[in-house]
């Protein structure tokens, strides 16, 4: 039997985080952790104006279930995803999460050495 997807936004700080699970629920802790993660990579930035967390089971029953996270970032000058699969829901979340605070972190990272480049 298949369940219907779950579509839910959360206005928070400067941002929504729209939440996307198909065939598993994501509980209010690991939405949290996720929420506190994002905004402590926003804060001090005015780069990140959304995000995306999508969650599904991609294979095997509910004993040796495996599943997939994907996580975007809406940021200037470019977006930036991670996908990462997994046996637990925590642990597939939590390594996009890892995942994107690094490509967004090393994106500032070359703006900041071209910005520093061109007053040189």
């Known amino acids: 039997m298949a369940t219907k997807p779950v579509k839910k936004s959360i206005q928070a700080a400067n941002f929504a985080i729209e939440y ?3 065939s598993v629920k994501l509980s209010r802790r690991q939405r949290t ?3 506190t993660r994002l905004h402590k990579l926003a ?3 005015r780069d990140i104006a959304g995000a995306s967390v999508a969650v599904e ?3 095997g029953d509910t004993r040796y279930a495996k599943y997939k996270a994907r996580l975007v ?3 200037k000058p470019s977006n930036v995803a991670a996908i990462h699969k997994s046996d637990s ?3 597939a979340v939590t390594e996009a999460l890892e ?3 690094r490509q967004v972190r090393r994106q500032r990272e070359r703006f900041r050495e071209r910005s520093r ?3 040189a």
């Open 57 to 59: 089971r991609i294979g």
């Open 43 to 45: 804060a001090g930035h």
């Open 20 to 22: 996307y699970a198909e």
């Open 117 to 119: 480049a061109a007053r």
């Open 73 to 75: 970032i809406y940021c």
């Open 99 to 101: 995942a994107v605070e």
């Open 89 to 91: 829901i925590n642990s």
């Open 33 to 35: 952790i996720v929420e």
